[in-house]
């Protein structure tokens, strides 16, 4: 009876550590707001254009990520063989792919939220290993059948979660348990086990699951059984092997700097391959060339987010840090405001921005794989980044409504913005309609002259009473009126557009036209 008295006082204590520990690492409003954005990265699908356009504008929203990704692109890994380089988010994501530049981004939300000056190393550590992983992960699922397979990568990006939470809210507890663990008289989850309260796993679940990320990459973190794995019979069991494999493999390669070190014939590597090589198609060259693609790819990311490759040391004593290190946070935050720009919002470099986006859109267009939609984004996010504007969204035909309605669109309130942007096809007097009936580009410096009021529609008077000045770009094929580019700022544009800028929008708006106009 004591016995049982006392057990039960011990499974009281453990869930009373694991509560306040969930409540440290969920509970502040920064995990809150990680935890928000992270499913709505996780929820984005690939399988339609809106994906896309939602990535692209999730990651335009954010200037540091925008340059973050832009620098990845740009890296010597991913470069294209023209070597043109990459500057819109929409050709980023054509060249690396959806799921790349989706499982990117979580990781770089992960270094942006749980970096901490205080702990600098302990952290640094664990989000090398989580960034490691989530490469691993992508390269096994590019080589499976599995359907949806990219999820893999997701699943093991989040592996290492726990951890990297504890490392960073709870940096005595995780000393405790790393201490333990490397005594060699407990495994890693029998570690956190004993010190926290539940395990790491069990920790990333049960954050996982705070966050609503689906069931499925939940699920995939729990541990495998021990010994050889075998191939999974569902794709649940399939990303739970990845998962592991991957954290494997990223422990593995943080030990040393040494590439040689690393190779698929040593013992650790050796084993690895026992234990996965059925269940992951897997032999000793594959491996090899895994951990080749997997190095070099981290070094791509590593420099894509200003972060140098940190030497495998002993980590200094407490309160010691590397300041420096993880302070890619504010690195490069604001190289688009203040002078940069004028008072309206256009850059200063406006032009280059424009030729640059010219240049990549050909590039895209030049490729089998680009879509009309593929080339109608980068269009559209090359003059919202180019000149600065606030709102811009694309304005198609739709026979079936009998009206124009706006397909796409970037920039503040652009959801209820592009919902209310649609008009009659009918013929109207309006500076939309004269735009596309005479088959003219509109540059608005100043919204507010009288003259221009009196041409604007009372639609548009109501949805942005506050634009100021704005771009009509009427794309007409044949004599066939098709729709329109829209762009605006809050703020008058007197510096107007220049004869140089207007040839490039020219040429942006003849790409679109190009890619709309039927072979023949």
């Known amino acids: 009876m004591a016995g049982e008295i006392q057990q039960q006082g011990q499974v009281g204590a453990t869930r009373r550590v694991r509560a306040a520990l969930m409540n440290k690492v969920c509970g502040g409003e920064s995990m809150f707001t990680l935890g928000t954005s992270v499913a709505r990265v996780v929820q984005m699908a690939s399988s339609d254009d809106q994906g ?56 770089m939300l992960l270094v942006d939220a749980l970096s901490n000056g205080a702990h600098a190393h302990s952290v640094r550590v664990e989000l090398e290993n989580a960034l490691c992983a989530s490469l691993v992960g992508r390269e096994i699922a590019r080589a499976s059948a599995w359907q949806g397979a990219e999820e893999a990568a997701i699943a093991a990006l989040f592996k290492n979660l726990g951890p990297l939470l504890v490392a960073t809210h709870e940096h005595a507890r995780y000393r405790e348990v790393a201490a333990l663990a490397a005594a060699g008289t407990h495994t890693m989850g029998q570690a956190s086990q004993m010190i ?53 493999v990223a422990t593995l390669l943080a030990r040393s700097d040494d590439v040689a070190a690393n190779s698929a014939a040593t ?6 391959l026992t234990r996965y090589g059925v269940a992951l198609s897997l032999d000793a060259g594959l491996l090899e060339q895994l951990f080749g693609s997997v190095q ?38 604001g190289a688009a405001a203040g002078d940069s720009c004028h008072p309206s919002g256009k850059p200063h470099n406006a032009r280059a921005l424009l030729l640059a986006g010219v240049q990549d859109v050909t590039q895209m267009r030049a490729g089998a794989a680009a879509t009309l939609n ?19 969204t694309v304005c198609l035909k739709d026979p079936r409504s ?50 221009i009021g009196a041409l604007l529609p009372a639609w548009h ?24 580019f829209y762009a605006d700022r809050a703020a008058p544009a007197p510096e107007g557009v220049p004869p140089d800028e207007a040839s490039l929008i020219q040429a942006l708006k003849g790409q679109v036209l190009l890619a709309l106009t039927p072979p023949g």
């Not at 990845?72 to 959806?98: C, E, K």
């Not at 593929?374 to 811009?392: N, Q």
């Not at 942005?464 to 044949?478: E, G, W």
Request: charged share 20%; net charge negative; hydrophobic share 50%.
């Open 402 to 451: 009998g009206q124009f309605r706006a397909r796409v669109a970037f920039g503040e309130d652009h959801q209820r913005r592009q919902h209310g942007f649609a008009f009659p096809m009918a013929p109207s007097r309006d500076i939309f309609h004269l735009a596309m009936d005479n088959n003219a580009d509109l540059m608005i410096a100043d919204a507010a002259s009288a003259q």
């Open 296 to 333: 070099a790819h981290m070094s791509s990311l590593l420099q894509s987010m200003s972060l140098q490759p940190q030497p495998r040391l002993e980590p200094p004593e407490e309160g010691e840090g590397l300041p420096d290190v993880l302070l890619l946070v504010t690195m490069d935050a």
């Open 267 to 272: 013992p650790e590597a050796r084993a690895l």
């Open 374 to 392: 593929d080339v109608i984004l980068a269009v559209l996010e090359t003059l919202y980044r180019a000149m600065g504007f606030r709102f811009a």
């Open 461 to 484: 008077r109501a949805l942005l009473p506050d634009a100021r000045s704005f771009i009509v770009l009427p794309l007409v094929v044949n004599k066939v009126q098709l729709g329109l």
């Open 196 to 248: 926290l309260g539940c395990s790491y796993d069990t920790l990333s679940e049960a954050v996982l699951a705070e966050w609503q990320i689906p069931e499925l990459i939940v699920r995939a973190l729990a541990p495998l059984p021990p010994g050889i794995q075998k191939s999974a019979a569902s794709r649940g069991e399939w990303m739970r092997q990845v998962a592991s494999f991957s954290m494997a």
């Open 52 to 107: 896309t356009h939602d990535l692209a504008y999730y990651v335009l929203s954010d200037v540091a990520l925008t340059q973050r990704i832009l620098r990845l692109s740009n890296t010597a890994v991913y470069r294209t063989a023209s070597g043109a380089a990459v500057t819109t988010i929409s050709r980023a994501i054509s060249l690396l792919g959806f799921d790349n530049v989706r499982t990117t981004a979580l990781a």
